[in-house]
């Protein structure tokens, strides 16, 4: 399993970023995938994910600001972020949607996003 994040660098609050994550070795069809983030000092949060069949589910510090979406045809996920705050200032990495499994996958290399006012 390889998990590539990019997209990320520096934004005035209330702007927007996307964020890109590349996927092999974890099928879409078969794999819930998500997009976590760590700020300093902070623990490594779950704060979207896409289910197998396309679900989506956020943590409620992003909802209705943020969307994940994915191409399964490119093993690509995505996260658009809008309405940024300097909260979201972290590094942000794709995994599979369950924290415990991608803890066992391990950590690809993330992306920094980071928010100023």
């Known amino acids: 399993v390889q998990l590539q994040a990019s997209g990320g660098g520096l934004v005035q609050a209330g702007g927007s970023l996307r964020v890109t994550c590349a996927a092999s070795?974890?099928?879409?069809?078969?794999?819930?995938m998500g997009w976590y983030r760590q700020a300093p000092g902070n623990q490594r949060e779950l704060v979207a994910s896409?289910?197998?069949?396309?679900?989506?589910d956020y943590a409620d510090s992003v909802k209705g600001r943020f969307t994940i979406s994915r191409d399964s045809a490119k093993n690509t996920v995505y996260l658009q972020m809008n309405s940024l705050k300097p909260e979201d200032t972290a590094v942000y990495y794709c995994?599979?949607?369950?924290?415990?499994?991608?803890?066992?996958?391990?950590w690809g290399q993330g992306t920094k996003v980071t928010v100023f006012s």
């Open positions: 995994n599979r949607d369950d924290p415990r499994i991608a803890t066992m996958i391990g």
């Open positions: 070795g974890l099928p879409f069809s078969i794999n819930g």
């Open positions: 896409i289910s197998s069949s396309g679900d989506t």
